[in-house]
């Protein structure tokens, strides 16, 4: 296996990006390559080099890369001109994606949900989801958590924690409250109990929330994953103060967890859920909205948008249900996978101190540093590996290996890692801590 | 040619869509059947009908559904294992657009420009392009228009005139003014002179504006075409009072109106351009922010998205630039084409004293009824001719061809088009009049 | 008559400003003299001058400064021990201030309004009135017009059209449309159309308002005087589209226009009429809002505040009312002398190509140019006259004598204007003209 | 002693207030009485009843009504003919307002403030810091507290926490964040942790704060003290993340805790500091921001008001600081009194398991019922004592009675309102809890 690149040089064709894309570009700079093909979980860069992916489009690509039958079905579907854009029009391809969705995860788990094809990203899905929130209960006030992240439009970035993103704005982002997530003050306090008296106290200056918006675990916030007392306590509350549920489950959702849902056997139900990222199974863009058929409130067109209807990702979509989800197996393994990811980080982990975070296969360490995990995943790239950090301060070094990985690549990477570390902290956080 | 569809019966395999799709969808009621395959101008249904595409997914098909070109550029790509999802990773497919954008898009038009890939849809587009802007500025107001239509997230939002898409957002929509557009107030008053005046009076109440956001054809308002002379002065106007001009060329740019820029050959250049619809030349998500490098001040991910690397849409885009733009046949075909349905819209309309409206292929018939329009329009579904109202009051039928249509399946289109408003002002109104 | 004060030399005592008094102060500034006492139209400095006083506190002491009933009223109530400050509790001095406010205003004129004791300024009731009619209407957009003034307090400043007020909020003001007032786009144009246009359009961008709120006469705003045809069709429009009509009579009331009411005999009733500066008679803070009994929607407490019973001003208040109101006489006198001031100022105006502008005894000169109009009423200050500007850009000299001053003192002041305004464009402005 | 009241019976003429006062009046309805006069401790209605005042205007007759010295000041101002009005400009009166200031209050605790006259109300004082807040800070959001009431204006309505008082808005209130109060989550809780933690965490969603707004002892939310130690970590936080501490004494201060100001010995010293409600000392309007120079930073004119000159309230103002304040007695004595109040109110409230809340002469009793609370008050009315209730659910007996009570008749008002509290916790509360 050599998946060390071509040492890189001043290659001149790359002052295409300084020329002409725009500087707000991110990961192309702490990955300095120019990437041509991928399959499975591996990517191919232009100069030969060859790179395990632990990031996986950050949750995108649950499946890998060009998974072969989802290629496939994508290919056939476009070589006999299956409609590829049909705004909301009935097709051919949204039925059979609705039916699956029905027969595959709905029916199974007992659930009884209506869809929304919103535009398709996350940040939409999630505007789609308070907007419906604000209309059906009248009121203003979102609550959102600490470290939550939800997308970059206006109505979703009130709803993220990040001061930078936030800073984006412009405006002042408001009718959104951030409240601490599970654990935020610690193992002693219980954020829930801070929630509820505040929201049952008429003097509080909380206004009577029209939603409340969690993730069940923290993807770009730091992996922080709730707890499931918390969440259902969190779930309570809602009800109990004439709020919605909205789950967030667009970076947890389709199987990272172990579930096709994230809060899957937790023991609530949440009244709208957004989806996205892994949706279409094989990257391409497809975002959900689903709410409990009382909620189902919109006026038609009332939200709309040009590419909801993109039906090469209800292709892709309904070979993924079909494939990964008609039966237990896949979920079984993952969570068997997700274990063995979890004991291998712990060890890792308590060499150093550190603490893990996650659950599934939504894993990582917090070294406690962004800039030790800055180093570390530096130098896990010079070896072949894509990982990422994650945090307020990009102090939490995260694995989103695709769910599909084999034991024994997972093992390679982590290999990797482990050993990045460890170098990391022999030479100058070791040297610093003498 | 039988374009006629099958007649429609209680099929019992569309309860699907009751049982599980939002009531939110729009165009699937108007037009009630399930499309499989499209190919060029032709849209087919389950049951057999085909039906002419006057509606090209609202510009979005520029080209036709599933031109060869690209779709065989697509289908190599994908057998190849390309990068189908890559975050904001430089890939081939990226380099290739890039290139290709700067040889045959802004070189030859002189113009400089960065480009930002937002999330695929066209509000995240604007919400980057109004967020840059007040950034860019310190400014937190926008201007926009009368009848102006921008996106459904919040921030777009609060820029579109329809208060029907506001009342969804649940929230009010701040931080923007809407000014009334060229004619507005009748051809006597010149609504560029009453902005201006307002601007330069320091108890107006109307703050200094981060922005000015205008379309140069209002798609969705009613196919309202300012003139070059207004959108002069909006420039002018955006210039002296330390405003960015934005212009919005998500449905009128990509050759619609002629040019690929939809304000090319009027003197002036924005500074900040948004575009998405036809861009992918096949329907596939695909959005960007165009602004002139000086304004090019977004840190590294502070306005980001899942979806920002739609490799895919690269590839189709690619090919549609170097198919179509490389030289000016297809542009001198476009207007060629705009002025003869000009001509054609022009005759009918004088018939029963109504207006044209529009420019280029991206015209219409104000009836100054929706209820008539809606029948029309309706009529023609029947006739096998899809084709859609605009304006406040949906009183516009719009002619939205796909601009690769040939002249006789034109003529074809407008022969339906002539004879279902003859028949509606024959039968109904007619009598109505009486 | 030696109305020309000491010249001023370095009094040290004045340091006490410089050291304790915020910089937001303004007048003192125009006019640094030190105030002692004051009767009717005179004002007293400590170095011995006497100032005939052409501001009377921006309206707020109509009847002259330290009015002898008034003050009278006032001396009995205090040796009396009369309460001072009761919260909102029912006092002998309210009583006699709402049967007087009946019997004399509102019975005579076929009005019939509840009375809110806000807090004592202006800008609380104008904050009470818009949130009244925001709760009444379930909508939240309020109309403002340009150059409206309407206070400082948040909610109120957002109705405010001036720019350097307005950027002392802090954060956007939102929640208001600025529509341009009568005239403001010159005799041609029918601004009332402008605005029925936009509302009555779906697709204007103008939300729904709670509320038109409107000055018949523009105080702050350059004495711009609206046609009782305008504010008809202003009246007719909000009641068109289910907005509550308010009337600002701050500024304009209290017999300022004529009536004790600035819109009487106009031929429409407002639905809210906020009151204060004159209210008291003798300066006193004192400010109430009024509304039509079915608008009588707030709970016990919804609005508060300490100082909604000030008893002094109920006191002076009903003296004023019982003693200038009780008979048309005072009515004729103001109007007749109102009259006087239009053809003197007509005059002085002509001359020079000047405008004048507005209405009864509020009425100015629009000189085209702060910088003249400073000049001016510094030269007036100089000789004895406390005389200030308005407008946008300063440019208007405004008179604004006490009502009750006697014709003759009326002309001594407008000769000193007359002197002053002849020397500024004899000087400099003539000159310069050369 | 007759302080009983006449038997109330069907009294025609206050018919005035239900045809002409707005149904918003609140006290009068618990105090169903018509006042005429009052001096030092007792009120007189006009049936012939007397009451003892525990109520003192909610702390805005801290000298009691109508103090002899102040009253005397103010006749023989009137009665010379000083100004009442004067908008801004220098008077005599403000003269020695400000150096009396300074030289009793300021220079004698090595305070450095400028003193801003704002409209005479509390919540125009509010408006006017959190806008200087936000201004000098360039930052919007301020951060208020749980139960805090600081006005009803928008800006200060937004910094309320009263739900009730909210709702009245009929707009969102935005840029404030409501964080726990000291002790909001109970004595294990250091609140001031959570908000550390919270502003020092880029990814909380709380946004870098204009401003830390808070009150020593809120008033209106139910007399909860905050620590001193409690109190200097707010102003080290405000300190370290770049905000301004402004501290709402108008309840508070004047003597009402001990010191003239509340924060007086604690360690720290606000940027501002608002006042309003005794700072007449006879109950006139009368309000101030303060604040230290470095932030004087208005334009002149930026922000004002009619009435932010009441010369008559700057007369009796200076009467009451030079006669209470310029020695220590007043504030030792207060003191002594607080002792006696809390030693007494802990004794009965200890009888029924009540808490006692608040500091110095501004002390209650919590006893956990609003229905009790209001019981208990309505009774003590009814025996001849004003008393109120306060907090969230109106549950804490409020003592505030004027500073210059003497012990004996301070002891009087305590004997009824004990009684009352027995009477009502024997029957039916008693009742209701076998």
């Known amino acids: 296996m050599t998946?060390?690149?071509?040492?890189?040089?001043?290659?001149?064709?790359?002052?295409?990006?300084?020329r002409r894309e725009s500087g707000v570009r991110s990961y192309a700079r702490s990955m300095p390559r120019q990437f041509g093909k991928a399959e499975g979980v591996w990517m191919h860069d232009s100069e030969g080099g060859r790179y395990l992916d632990f990031l996986s489009g950050c949750s995108t690509l649950n499946y890998?890369?060009?998974?072969?039958?989802?290629?496939?079905?994508?290919?056939d579907y476009i070589a006999a001109d299956g409609i590829a854009h049909g705004l909301d029009l009935h097709t051919d391809a949204k039925e059979a994606f609705l039916r699956t969705f029905e027969d595959v995860i709905l029916t199974p788990r007992g659930l009884d949900y209506r869809l929304?094809?919103?535009?398709?990203?996350?940040?939409?899905a999630v505007e789609a989801a308070i907007k419906l929130a604000r209309k059906v209960t009248g009121r203003e006030m979102v609550i959102a958590f600490t470290n939550g992240f939800h997308g970059m439009t206006l109505g979703a970035l009130a709803c993220t924690g990040n001061a930078a993103k936030r800073g984006g704005a412009g405006v002042p982002l408001s009718h959104v409250a951030h409240e601490p997530y599970d654990g935020y003050y610690g193992p002693e306090v219980d954020t829930a109990d801070l929630l509820d008296q505040r929201l049952s106290d008429p003097s509080s200056g909380l206004d009577a929330p029209a939603a409340i918006l969690v993730e069940t675990v923290q993807?770009?916030?730091?992996?922080?994953?709730?707890?499931?007392?918390?969440?259902r306590r969190i779930a309570d509350i809602a009800k109990a103060h004439g709020a919605l549920l909205i789950v967030d489950d667009i970076q947890a959702g389709c199987g990272r967890t172990g579930g096709f849902f994230s809060f899957e056997e937790m023991g609530f139900t949440p009244d709208i859920i957004t989806m996205a990222k892994s949706l279409s199974g094989m990257g391409l863009p497809f975002a959900l909205t689903l709410f409990r058929p009382e909620f189902d409130q919109f006026s038609p067109g009332e939200h709309n948008g040009t590419f909801r209807g993109n039906n090469h990702a209800f292709v892709t979509a309904t070979a993924a249900l079909r494939h990964f989800w008609s039966d237990g197996a896949f979920q079984v393994d993952v969570r068997r996978r997700g274990d063995l990811l979890d004991a291998r980080l712990t060890r890792i982990a308590a060499r150093y101190g550190f603490e893990t975070r996650g659950r599934g296969m939504m894993r990582g360490i917090n070294t406690?540093?962004?800039?030790?995990?800055?180093?570390?995943?530096a130098a896990c790239f010079d070896a072949g590996l894509i990982i990422e950090t994650s945090g307020a301060h990009d102090e939490v070094i995260k694995v989103l290996a695709p769910l599909v990985i084999d034991d024994a690549t997972l093992g390679v990477g982590l290999d990797i890692l482990e050993t990045r570390i460890r170098e990391a902290m022999t030479s100058e956080y070791a040297v610093a801590a003498e």
């Open 3 to 18: 998946m060390k690149p071509k040492p890189s040089g001043a290659i001149p064709d790359r002052m295409i990006y300084e």
């Open 64 to 75: 890998g890369h060009n998974h072969p039958l989802l290629k496939q079905a994508l290919l």
């Open 116 to 124: 929304m094809f919103t535009g398709p990203t996350g940040t939409n």
């Open 219 to 231: 993807g770009e916030g730091g992996l922080n994953a709730a707890s499931p007392e918390w969440l």
């Open 368 to 377: 406690g540093s962004g800039e030790l995990a800055g180093t570390v995943t």
